[in-house]
């Protein structure tokens, strides 16, 4: 499968972004699908998952939405009440795992990656 992210850019502390995944393929509904983010200098770090169940990191609980429409093989992370410590490039990936999948190890396929920069 193909992955395909959009929707960053800058936006000031306490804004909102959507980010999007497309996928190609026809068996989108078989992945769990997740999105990571990645801050400079740091290691790449889970954000959510959504594998029918929803699953997020304590540092965006309450903030960020996961969801997907696999009749559009896309999933999108919505996310509000945006914080400086928020910038990474944010990466969506998909895994061949059953169940809530934390790890970017057990992810089998990734997209680019798209940048997001909350200002102060």
């Known amino acids: 499968v193909q992955l395909q992210a959009s929707g960053g850019g800058l936006v000031q502390a306490g804004g909102y972004l959507r980010l999007s995944c497309a996928a190609s393929g026809r068996t989108f509904s078989r992945y769990g699908m997740g999105w990571f983010r990645q801050a400079p200098g740091k290691e790449r770090e889970f954000v959510a998952t959504?594998?029918?169940?929803?699953y997020y990191a304590d540092s965006v609980k309450g903030r960020f939405t996961i969801s997907r429409d696999n009749a559009k093989n896309t999933i999108w992370l919505q996310m509000n009440s945006l914080k400086p410590e928020d910038t990474a490039v944010y990466y969506c990936?998909?895994?061949?795992?059953?169940?809530?999948?934390?790890?970017?190890?057990?992810?089998?396929?990734w997209g680019q990656g798209t940048q997001v920069t909350v200002s102060s």
């Open positions: 959504n594998a029918g169940s929803t």
């Open positions: 990936a998909a895994s061949l795992l059953a169940g809530v999948v934390i790890t970017s190890r057990d992810y089998d396929y």
